[in-house]
T-cell receptor, first 112, second 113 residues
Framework: ELKVEQNPLFLSMQEGKNYTIYCNYS?????LYWYRQDPGKSLESLFV?????AVKQEGRLMASLDTKARLSTLHITAAVHDLSATYFC????????????FGKGTLLTVNP | NAGVTQTPKFQVLKTGQSMTLQCAQD?????MSWYRQDPGMGLRLIHY???????DQGEVPNGYNVSRSTTEDFPLRLLSAAPSQTSVYFC????????????FGEGSRLTVL
């Protein structure tokens, strides 16, 4: 059974600081997805990582995938308040291209 | 461009009542799925479908039924609601042959008293 673990689950940051969210998963997969969720809202796709060594960047967020270590990271650079949200990683279960197993999410709060 | 549409957005039920959460997508996606989101649990897959007439169970299927008679619609039925089914439900879809992301609906918040 695929397990996806995120840490930390809660992250309080000051504006301008850098931090990394980690996503570990238990079985072989080369498809990993990052989503953002604002309170009371739906999930918004941030990144799709499809191969070992994949790196994607959008604004202050950068995601990477190491399939050998079964690890993805979401790095936040110079955080701003607008980045406050819950971030989820999700892993494709068994190469199905559709069944995703989600981590529990990281609640990020960026304080002025 | 509607995307994935869920109704209702909010619902309160009494224990033992039945109801159907509706999900429709206009993107001609083969794959549709239902997740539930509970505090501290992330999203857990309830049921999914890879095409009309084909459904399968996910991680937490007990207490829920689904059917897929058309490509566009994938309703989720609660036959006898229980307080443990209080949750936020998300419908999601994608092209099953694509490695792209899932597209999510806005969610349906269900409270069972």
């Amino acid at each position: 059974e695929l397990k996806v673990e995120q840490n930390p689950l809660f992250l309080s940051m000051q504006e301008g600081k850098n931090y990394t969210i980690y996503c570990n998963y238990s079985t072989t997969s080369d498809r990993l997805y990052w989503y953002r969720q604002d309170p009371g809202k739906s999930l918004e796709s941030l990144f799709v990582l499809l191969s070992n060594g994949a790196v994607k960047q959008e604004g202050r967020l950068m995601a990477s995938l190491d399939t050998k270590a079964r690890l993805s990271t979401l790095h936040i650079t110079a955080a701003v308040h607008d980045l406050s949200a819950t971030y989820f990683c999700a892993v494709d279960s068994g190469g199905s291209n559709y069944k995703l197993t989600f981590g529990k999410g990281t609640l990020l709060t960026v304080n002025p | 461009n509607a995307g994935v549409t869920q109704t209702p957005k909010f619902q309160v039920l009494k224990t033992g009542q039945s109801m159907t959460l509706q999900c429709a997508q206009d993107m001609n996606h083969e794959y549709m799925s239902w997740y539930r989101q509970d505090p501290g649990m992330g999203l857990r897959l309830i049921h999914y479908s890879v095409g009309a007439g084909i459904t399968d169970q996910g991680e937490v299927p007990n207490g829920y039924n689904v059917s897929r008679s058309t490509t566009e619609d994938f309703p989720l039925r609660l036959l006898s609601a229980a307080p443990s089914q209080t949750s936020v439900y998300f419908c999601a879809s994608k092209n099953s042959g694509s490695t792209g992301e899932l597209f999510f609906g806005e969610g349906s918040r269900l409270t069972v008293l």
